[in-house]
């Protein structure tokens, strides 16, 4: 039988009986149960999440004939049952506390009528309590509690503050029974994209281990090189195993790199390489954040922050770097230890989510036909070693911008902004580009590589034309010196930005 892709099926049991392809992670399943009761899990969208604490509950169901052929088939108690409350925010958009409260009356009231007990208690943090304790009773055994996307309110509403605080709050409230409930549970696993810190929403719950960044669980969503390989051995016929490797493989999570699955099943089905996972989301509110922190798009290429910024935020300390971590923007590349602390190295997963991304920012600024123009003017400017088409390029892009875009950002004098966007669009044209390269002399700010050609280039934002020099700082840093081995042709580019008059006003170069 030819096995089908289970593309957005979320059902273990479903994937199971109607022959689709499946990974087996049922070895992280045991595990975790013989390792602790409470755990918590962050991962990106689309990235695995709902069908794993799926997988959990028919495994404490007592579904052993889904199991036949995986490893927890023969490694569980298929005896011992347990009644498992499955709360899921997953589905639609909260706007308000009152349809958050509506949404988990529901979900309590359908797993309380499904079991045959009946809540009595008003208050939905009471209700909840109440179940767990009655499930107990009844079925004279501990109960399981799995909750996906515990997060989704708040991240709903995250441009609005206030409301965002509001869900923060009710779903602490809600949460917060866990604790007191511990008698009656036998597990909990909670997941969710962000990471809130543990005092915002899980206060007093201090025994949920957290295994986002855990070695020993840097796979349990994902499918790795092995699997891909093993698992769609059949589906990979035809296909560039590289080739797929750089555009969907590079996330990584302390553990061995692995890809999304939502990608290879689109691309496996469809055999066309494109950014299916970016597309399910727009990282506008990312974008806006960025704007508003300063933080240098190019920088992205290689960012280092610490435990604090990496792992947890709040509603009230919001950072770009963890948000784009947590979401799945950027991943970790290396770690070090600095003072004694960890330091992670953040850069793009892959080559859907390095050019999506920068396409994105550019849409931003300029009409989608022009970019995608100015685009192929950029990519011909490289390929023909054109200095003059790439200047005119960039040129026209700059005069375009809305002077009201400057004034709402403030970013006029900013030169990091100027960079960013010329960074932008070679990123999105997926060609070779680096940014702070360090070099004996210095660092320089970006250097494209293309077939056989380094474009070395040096920005300054300057008050007056001439008075940047950023050409003649080139030539005497010695920058070039790195890549006269690597390159058959070298152009330095010296470019000068107008506070202004918010374009270039240099443009020079020289060919080694």
Not at 21 to 37: A, I, N, R
Not at 110 to 133: M, N, Q, T
Not at 491 to 502: C, N, P, Q, T
Request: proline content about 3%; some cysteine.
């Amino acid at each position: 039988m030819k096995l089908k892709f289970p593309i957005g099926i979320q059902s273990f049991e479903k994937i199971r009986e109607e022959g689709y392809y499946y990974v087996d992670k049922t070895q992280f399943v045991e595990k975790l149960v013989k390792s602790g009761t409470y755990y918590f899990l962050s991962r990106p969208r689309r990235f695995g999440k709902s069908l794993f604490l799926d997988t959990l509950r028919q495994a404490f169901l007592g579904k052993k004939e889904l199991f036949k052929g995986l490893y927890l088939y023969e490694n569980w108690d298929w005896e011992k049952t347990y009644p498992v409350i499955y709360i899921s925010f997953g589905a639609g958009v909260h706007k308000t506390k009152e349809e958050l409260l509506e949404t988990q009356n529901i979900i309590l009231n359908e797993h309380a009528e499904e079991y045959g007990v009946s809540l009595k208690y008003r208050f939905v943090k009471d209700r909840f309590w109440e179940l767990i304790k009655k499930l107990a009773q009844k079925y004279d055994t501990q109960v399981v509690v799995l909750i996906d996307e515990y997060d989704k309110p708040i991240l709903d509403n995250i441009e609005d503050r206030e409301t965002a605080i509001e869900m923060r709050e009710s779903l602490k409230n809600f949460y917060s029974i866990l604790k007191d409930a511990d008698f009656y549970l036998k597990f909990v696993f909670i997941t969710g994209v962000s990471k809130f810190s543990k005092v915002s929403i899980f206060s007093g719950l201090n025994n949920l281990k957290d295994i986002t960044l855990d070695p020993q669980y840097g796979t349990i969503c994902g499918y790795t090189q092995s699997e891909l390989e093993s698992v769609f051995a059949n589906a990979l016929e035809g296909f560039d195993l590289a080739e797929i490797r750089r555009w969907y493989n590079g996330y990584n999570f302390l553990s061995e790199p692995v890809y999304n699955p939502f990608d290879i099943l689109l691309c496996l089905d469809t055999g066309l390489f494109r950014p299916y996972w970016f597309e399910t989301g727009t990282p506008g509110f990312l974008i806006k954040l960025i704007q508003e922190k300063r933080l240098p798009v190019p920088n992205l290429e290689n960012l280092e922050v610490g435990d604090e910024i990496l792992e947890s935020f709040d509603v009230d300390r919001i950072y770009p770097q963890t948000l784009l971590f947590q979401t799945g923007y950027l991943t970790i590349k290396g770690v070090r230890k600095r003072r004694g602390i960890l330091k992670y190295r953040l850069s793009w997963p892959n080559l859907e989510v390095k050019v999506s991304f920068n396409n994105y920012l550019l849409n931003e600024f300029t009409d989608l036909v022009e970019k995608e123009e100015r685009l192929d003017k950029v990519y011909d400017a490289l390929e023909e070693g054109d200095l003059e088409k790439l200047k005119e390029a960039f040129y026209s892009f700059f005069a375009e911008i809305p002077a009201e875009w400057y004034r709402k950002t403030e970013l006029s004098g900013y030169e990091g902004f100027y960079a960013s966007v010329v960074y932008a669009y070679f990123a999105a044209l997926g060609v070779d580009v680096r940014v702070e390269e360090s070099t004996s002399k210095g660092r320089l700010d970006m250097v494209v590589l293309f077939d056989d050609r380094c474009y070395l280039f040096e920005f300054k934002v300057v008050e007056n034309e001439g008075e940047g020099r950023a050409l003649s700082q080139l030539k005497e840093k010695g920058y070039y010196e790195k890549y006269l081995k690597e390159c058959k042709e070298i152009y330095l580019i010296g470019v000068e930005f107008s506070k202004k008059e918010r374009n270039i006003i240099a443009f020079e170069w020289e060919r080694l």
